[in-house]
């Protein structure tokens, strides 16, 4: 049975910066593409970034260079660092592997 476990989500003002986790088990994850998702209210679930095994990262357009995704196989946890956070980052943010996703952490950046 798969699990992600996201968590470090939270309120913050412009600017600031939070680090998401999610935590995965039931996969191999050194060989799994791992990605982060967010929705806001009232909007469609969009893409974030996506890492894959070796590494090899993309990003949304709007997020590049505030958001690092990074991974560490060691402890199946994946990362998504966000720094230069904007009141339009405010959205529920899911981490996902195929078919499967976590069950959201709420980021809310106020203006």
Not at 7 to 34: D, H, K, P, T
Not at 88 to 93: G, R
């Amino acid at each position: 049975q798969v699990q992600l476990v996201e968590s470090g989500g939270g309120l913050v003002q412009a600017g600031g910066s939070l680090r998401l986790s999610c935590a995965a088990s039931g996969i191999v994850f050194s060989i799994a593409a791992m990605g982060w998702f967010r929705q806001a209210p009232g909007k469609q679930r969009e893409f974030v970034a996506t890492i894959d095994s070796s590494s090899s990262t993309n990003y949304r357009y709007s997020v590049k260079g505030r958001f690092t995704i990074s991974r560490d196989n060691a402890k199946r946890t994946v990362y998504l660092q966000m720094n230069s956070l904007k009141p339009e980052d405010t959205a529920v943010y899911y981490c996902n592997t195929g078919r499967e996703w976590g069950q959201g952490t709420q980021v809310t950046v106020s203006s």
